[in-house]
Nanobody, 122 residues
Framework: VQLQASGGGLVQAGGSLRLSCSAS????????MGWFRQAPGKEREFVAA????????YYADSVKGRFTISRDNAKNTVYLQMNSLKSEDTAVYYC????????????????WGQGTLVTVSS
């Protein structure tokens, strides 16, 4: 499984960005997909996760009400719509996938993308 994240960039505080992550499964099964982020000097943290059918979504408290995760299974792509961005959202954002159900724990994800940098200027 290969994951390719895109959509990062520089945005002013209060602005919006949409991240995309396309998956090449090569016959492997992926179920849950998620987004994590790592800010400079900090540990990687959970952002959002979504079940295969898209019915179940989970968010970190810090992004609830501002970020929305969604997926298009026909395109094997997961999205992260980020609104009302804050300087503290600055980080490298990674998409991840796993055969099992949704999880907010990074070590439970088997597959990871290369990351895309989001910089929010204040």
């Amino acid at each position: 499984v290969q994951l390719q994240a895109s959509g990062g960039g520089l945005v002013q505080a209060g602005g919006s960005l949409r991240l995309s992550c396309s998956a090449s499964t090569s016959g492997f099964t992926i179920n849950a997909m998620g987004w994590f982020r790592q800010a400079p000097g900090k540990e990687r943290e959970f952002v959002a996760a979504i079940s295969r059918g898209g019915w179940n979504t989970y968010y970190a408290d810090s992004v609830k009400g501002r970020f929305t995760i969604s997926r298009d299974n026909a395109k094997n792509t997961v999205y992260l719509q980020m609104n009302s961005l804050k300087s503290e959202d600055t980080a490298v954002y990674y998409c991840a996938a796993r055969p099992g159900g949704t999880s907010s724990t990074g070590v439970e994800y088997d597959y990871w993308g290369q990351g895309t940098l989001v910089t929010v200027s204040s």
